[in-house]
């Protein structure tokens, strides 16, 4: 069974008792992405992971967004909420 849960947003003092949980993507243990939206950093990860692309698209995906703008280098990458691990992937070298 599939739930949602609606929050009301329309009374501030809710917004001022949530605390944002911090999503991270780190390799060798730095933080390279980072972002309390609860959205970007998962879905970047999930690009990461190759989950929403695949062949050519994917490997040209790692070569010029990953590699080259965003500082990540083959290896291992992991995904943490709240300072906590929630996934692990490696990056291939792209020749």
């Known amino acids: 069974m599939d739930m949602t849960v609606l929050k ?13 949980v911090m999503d991270e993507i780190r390799q060798d243990g730095k933080t390279v992405l980072s972002s309390s939206d609860g959205i970007s950093i998962p879905m970047v ?5 190759g989950r ?3 062949g050519k698209e994917y490997r040209n995906y790692l070569r010029h967004v990953a590699y080259d703008d965003m500082g990540f ?5 992991t995904l943490w909420r709240g300072g906590r691990l929630v996934a692990e992937t490696e990056l291939e070298k792209i020749d």
């Open 8 to 20: 009301d947003i329309s009374d501030r003092s809710s917004l001022e008792n949530s605390v944002a």
């Open 45 to 49: 990860f999930r690009n990461l992971s």
């Open 52 to 54: 929403n692309f695949s």
């Open 73 to 77: 280098v083959p290896g291992t990458i």
